[in-house]
């Protein structure tokens, strides 16, 4: 039969542009949620954390935003440039005790264009 | 630096043949896991150990996969029989269980004829 295979989200920006990548998860009893970048070839690569006791958490160039309420989870990335292209995954813990055993988003594909 | 090392980058094997996957996590990690990405499913996580003592296995085909520790520097998954469908990158991620992060390998990247 056909392969069809995940259709994931994209995003395509200029170099220098702010990026924003979207996440929404599905259980209420997460409590730690996390983004991966993974470049192609590349096992997934931590980006940033965050507790849900927290609603905002920086980094270097990106801020992980978290909404219990609407359950979303967004991850800003300032000023992109051409390496950050890559998968973005958003993970959680699925309510869960182990911060390692993640439940992954579909990820989203974000293009830089020089 | 410190990194999980996974062997072999790639394989391709005979639908029916053993598949042995190895991974050195980071030393000093107390957990360890085994996760499968494919186009279709994306990320799963298939096995979870926990010093060496398998935690959840529930996302593991239990007829034809295994995962062991056989010691602390040494985490294996073995497909027996293999089949097409297994065709897959299969990553290794370990990490401390007081800590978050979890660490993932480059994967091995199996192909089923």
């Known amino acids: 039969g056909e392969n069809v295979g995940l259709h994931l989200p994209t995003l395509s920006v200029q170099e220098g542009d702010n990026s924003i990548i979207n996440c929404a998860y599905s259980n209420s009893a997460s409590d730690y949620f996390i983004w991966y970048k993974q470049e192609s070839g590349k096992g997934p690569q931590f980006i940033i954390d965050i507790r849900s006791n927290m609603d905002k958490r920086q980094g270097q160039r990106v801020t992980v935003l978290l909404n219990k309420t609407v359950k979303h989870l967004s991850l800003q990335i300032a000023a992109t440039q051409p390496g950050d292209s890559a998968v973005y995954f958003c993970?959680?813990?699925?309510?869960?005790?182990?911060?390692?055993?993640?439940?992954f988003g579909q990820g989203t594909i974000l293009t830089v264009h020089p | 630096d410190a990194r999980v090392t996974q062997t072999p980058r790639h394989k391709v094997t005979e639908m029916g043949q053993e598949v042995t996957m190895r991974c050195q996590p980071i030393?000093?990690?107390?957990?360890v896991f085994w996760y499968r990405q494919t186009m279709m499913q994306g990320l799963e996580l298939l096995a979870y150990f926990r010093n060496r003592a398998p935690l959840d296995d529930s996302g593991m085909p239990k007829d034809r996969f295994s995962a062991e520790m056989p010691d602390a520097t040494l985490a294996t998954l073995k497909i027996q029989p293999s089949e097409p469908r297994d065709s897959a990158v299969y990553f290794c991620?370990?990490?401390?269980?007081?800590?978050?992060?979890?660490?993932f390998g480059q994967g091995t990247r199996l192909t089923v004829v």
């Open positions: 991620a370990s990490g401390l269980l007081q800590e978050t992060e979890a660490f």
């Open positions: 993970a959680d813990n699925a309510g869960g005790t182990s911060y390692g055993k993640l439940t």
């Open positions: 030393l000093g990690h107390n957990t």
